[in-house]
């Protein structure tokens, strides 16, 4: 396995091997693998599935309180346009994921996706919508449809900027979902211009960021998948492997941050270890 790639929790390199094979003849056979099973397979390396910004509110949340709620704050993807359920949208697969990382804990994660919608129309939700739930955490989903609308790069940085502020300002943690990868995208010129704005907002309000399009592009180059094994007909749209890929890695850069605040008795996952006492809650804030 190449170095610096990361394998899923728990399973061998021949393991991982043994599933891909599994994959291939249910490819053969017509029966595409379901998001859950594709999320269990899918690698990345690690500089894009760890954050670069600590998640310092929703930390000190999952080591106090009992149910953690979090925002899905987006467009299509969010909603979970391509996938054959609402089960099967990334905010419903990323639940039950976090569910099954910190035993005991109770995830909320609200679908706050509305399909087609620009980085300015969620900024108009933020206060109606998003800042009354009282979340630990909004997870931030925009960009493509201002890139394919091509609103202009300025109006779509202030959009970005004053919500991230907006969230900031309530002490929530906020990460960026950047846009998604799809065959066409490497033909539009803005594209690139939008995932560069919102690398740049999120630098600047040093903020995690989860690079979408470099993961999809790497699952892709790997031979992990094809794009469309990951795509809905439209060639657009995340299906349900997509989400289930993106929930998986978004789940590991959340837990991978947790762990890097120092150990709680959520994260003893060994059967039998000793329960630890929990760390001071950390004195920054957003």
């Known amino acids: 396995m190449p170095a610096g790639v990361k394998t899923p929790r728990g399973r061998s390199p021949l393991s991982v091997a043994a599933m891909a094979a599994v994959a291939a003849l249910s490819a053969m056979a017509g029966l595409g693998p379901t998001g859950a099973e594709a999320a269990q397979r899918c690698r990345a390396p690690r500089e894009l599935v760890h954050f670069k910004a600590p998640l310092l509110r929703l930390a000190r949340v999952i080591r106090t309180e009992s149910t953690i709620r979090i925002a899905a704050l987006g467009s299509s993807s969010t909603a979970g346009t391509g996938a054959s359920s609402p089960k ?5 697969q990323l639940q039950a994921e976090l569910d099954s990382r ?61 919500g991230v502020d907006k969230i900031l300002a309530q002490g929530i943690d906020v990460v960026l979902l ?87 008795p959520l994260l003893q996952r060994a059967a039998g270890s000793a329960s630890l006492a929990p760390s001071a809650p950390p004195t920054q804030t957003h």
């Open 102 to 162: 910190f035993p005991g804990k109770s995830f909320q994660v609200a679908n706050l996706g509305v399909g087609g919608q620009l980085a300015r129309d969620m900024l108009a939700r933020i206060d109606t919508q998003v800042l009354p739930m009282k979340p630990s955490l909004v997870i931030w989903q925009t960009g493509v449809n201002d890139a394919l609308s091509n609103v202009g790069i300025d109006g779509f940085r202030a959009a970005l900027s004053r």
């Open 178 to 264: 950047d846009m998604q990868y799809f065959p066409k995208a490497e033909k539009l010129p803005a594209y690139k211009e939008y995932l560069r704005v919102m690398r740049a907002v999120a630098e600047e309000r040093k903020i995690p960021i989860l690079h979408r399009y470099d993961i999809m592009k790497h699952l892709v180059a790997t031979a992990q998948f094809t794009t469309d094994q990951l795509l809905a007909k439209d060639a657009f749209h995340q299906n349900d492997l997509g989400y289930g890929c993106l929930s998986d890695l978004l789940a590991d850069a959340i837990e991978g941050d947790i762990k890097d605040r120092g150990p709680t």
């Open 88 to 92: 099967a949208c990334y905010p419903s």
